[in-house]
Antibody, heavy 124, light 107 residues
Framework: QVQLQESNPGLVKPSGTLSLTCAVS?????????WSWVRQSPGKGLEWIGE???????NYNPSLKSRVTMSVDKSKNEFSLRLTSVTAADTAVYYC?????????????????WGQGTLVIVSS | DIQMTQSPSSLSASVGDRVTISCRAS??????LNWYQQKPGKAPNLLIY???RLQSGVPSRFSGSASGTEFTLTISSLQPEDFATYYC?????????FGGGTKVEIK
């Protein structure tokens, strides 16, 4: 079955750029799925950051859109997140997730599976 | 954004108890509501999608129901491995949003 594994940047300095990569195994990233990033912090709970399709199409959370860029590398079967101008508020566990879409009208969607998550701390 | 409000934020229960967790949406989301279970140090895990459809491999003691903008997750007989935090999530409108979570603790 599909498994996801985030890279581990660990510590990022304030005003810097957070970069994460998610390796997909057990299936092709080019199948008909969207691939998402979700983060979890004590202060804001679970927050969807955005998603990317294998053709490069993206949708971002408006609250983060000005700072987020996602990309996909089909040759490596992985997708990436870039978040600029980070502050302490961006400290969180970051998860990469498959966004599954099903149903006759393709109107049912959910997140499954999730990567194990990686803690990113923004600190000088 | 659609706001998802869970209640209670925590509860204490014993093995064998019937447990219900509520989730209310700030506007109509039809039945586009998912439930996840999260154990400490682990990622969330999908339990139920589309309000009442059980994900493959999830025990049948878990069930979901809906009434308007009110959704309920029920655990019919709580097992030791069910002590965890549960989250609802709406998939009706972008951006998808999550409830604040309900922590189920051992009484």
């Amino acid at each position: 079955q599909v498994q996801l594994q985030e890279s581990n940047p660990g510590l990022v300095k304030p005003s810097g750029t957070l970069s994460l990569t998610c390796a997909v195994s057990g299936g092709s990233i080019s199948r008909s799925n969207w691939w998402s990033w979700v983060r979890q912090s004590p202060g804001k709970g679970l927050e969807w950051i955005g998603e990317i399709y294998h053709d490069g199409g993206t949708n971002y959370n408006p609250s983060l859109k000005s700072r987020v860029t996602m990309s996909v590398d089909k040759s490596k079967n992985e997708f990436s997140l870039r978040l600029t101008s980070v502050t302490a508020a961006d400290t969180a566990v970051y998860y990469c997730v498959r966004s599954v879409v099903i149903g006759i009208n393709e109107d049912i969607n959910f997140f499954d599976p999730w990567g194990q998550g990686t803690l990113v701390i923004v600190s000088s | 954004d659609i706001q998802m409000t869970q209640s209670p934020s925590s509860l204490s229960a014993s093995v064998g108890d019937r447990v219900t967790i509520s989730c209310r949406a700030s506007q109509s989301i039809n039945n586009y509501l998912n439930w996840y279970q999260q154990k400490p140090g682990k990622a969330p895990n999908l339990l139920i999608y589309a309000a009442s459809r059980l994900q493959s491999g999830v025990p049948s003691r878990f069930s979901g129901s809906a009434s308007g903008t009110e959704f309920t997750l029920t655990i019919s007989s709580l097992q030791p491995e069910d002590f965890a935090t549960y989250y609802c999530q709406q998939s009706h409108s972008a951006p998808p949003t999550f409830g604040g979570g309900t922590k189920v603790e051992i009484k």
